[in-house]
C-alpha cells in the first residue's frame, strides 16, 4: 500500500510503499549534514525510495544529484518522487549497482558523495523473508568496503564524502576510508537521548586530504525522556519550533 508523507512541511513529499523501508531520522540528518555549494555533482549511492536526493536538492541552490539504487522497483519508486516534487531537473535517478560505477561513469566526475547505507554485516541479526526490507538492513548487495570504494572512483581529488552509519562500526568505516585515501574531518555522534549511548554518527570525510579531525556536539534527537524532538530536529524538519 502506497502513502504520501511530507519531507518538509507544506512544501517536499515523498511516496512511501509498505513493501519497503520507510525512510527513518537518519537520512534527513544526512542531507542536513551534508554542506554544499552551487555547481556541486552530487552522488547518492543505495538511494532507496529518494528521500535524500530530494531533501538535497530541494535545501540547495544550483546543484545536480544522482541517485543510485541497485533494486528495480525502488528505483522506478524514488524516479516516481522526483516527478512528483517536479525535480527532475535537479535529479537523475539511475537503476545500478554500486559496486559496478565504472560502467555508467568516469572516476573523479563527482565533488561530492553521500550514503545512508545498510548497517548490519550478514552474520548479524535474523534476515527479515522481505527482500527490500533484508538489502535495506543487511549488507546483501553492498559491505561498507565497497560502498567506500565507490565512493573513492567517482569522487575528484578534494571532493566531499559523507556518510550516517551505526556508531559501533565508527573505527572500521574510519579504518576502511583511509585505506582509500580519505580523511576524516568531521565526526558528529547522534543519541536518541542525553542518558543513552550514541546509535548513529554522521561523518564527513575528504579524498586526498591531510589528517585533522573535527568532533561536534552531540546531536539529541529527544527532550527529555519524552517523544517530542528538539529545538534542533524540529528545525531540520522543519516544523515551528
Known amino acids: 500500500m502506497e502513502e504520501i508523507h511530507y519531507l518538509i512541511k507544506d512544501e517536499l513529499e515523498i ?34 525510495s529518494g528521500v535524500i536526493p530530494l531533501l538535497l536538492a530541494y535545501k540547495n541552490k544550483g546543484v545536480k544529484v544522482t541517485g543510485i539504487e ?10 516516481r518522487n522526483v516527478k512528483y516534487n517536479n525535480l527532475e531537473e535537479k535529479i537523475e535517478i539511475i537503476n545500478h549497482d554500486l559496486c ?18 545498510p548497517y548490519l554485516p550478514l552474520n548479524e541479526g535474523q534476515i527479515t523473508e522481505n527482500k527490500f526490507l533484508a538489502a535495506a538492513r543487511h ?6 568496503e565497497d560502498v567506500i570504494k565507490a565512493a573513492a572512483y567517482i569522487l575528484k581529488y578534494g571532493g566531499i564524502f559523507y556518510i550516517v552509519y551505526r556508531a559501533e562500526r565508527l573505527t572500521e568505516v574510519i579504518e576502511k576510508l583511509s585505506e582509500y585515501n580519505f580523511q576524516a574531518k568531521e565526526l558528529r555522534l547522534v543519541q536518541s537521548r542525553l542518558d543513552k549511548e550514541a546509535d548513529i554518527f554522521l561523518l564527513k570525510a575528504k ?16 527532550k527529555g525522556q519524552s517523544n517530542q524532538y528538539t529545538a534542533e530536529v524540529k528545525e531540520i524538519y522543519g516544523e515551528d519550533i
Open 100 to 117: 559496478s560505477l565504472e560502467d555508467i561513469t568516469t572516476a573523479g566526475s563527482f565533488d561530492v558523495v553521500v550514503s545512508n547505507p
Open 15 to 48: 511516496i512511501q510503499d509498505s513493501r519497503f523501508f520507510k525512510f527513518g531520522t537518519d537520512s534527513v540528518l544526512l542531507a542536513n549534514f551534508a554542506e554544499l555549494r552551487s555547481g556541486d555533482r552530487v552522488v547518492d549511492l543505495g538511494t532507496g
Open 139 to 144: 549488507e546483501i548487495h553492498a559491505e561498507i
Open 70 to 79: 541497485i533494486q528495480k522497483a525502488l528505483a522506478d519508486l524514488a524516479e
Open 207 to 222: 579524498k586526498g586530504a591531510n589528517p585533522g579531525l573535527r568532533i561536534k556536539p552531540v546531536l539529541l534527537i529527544y
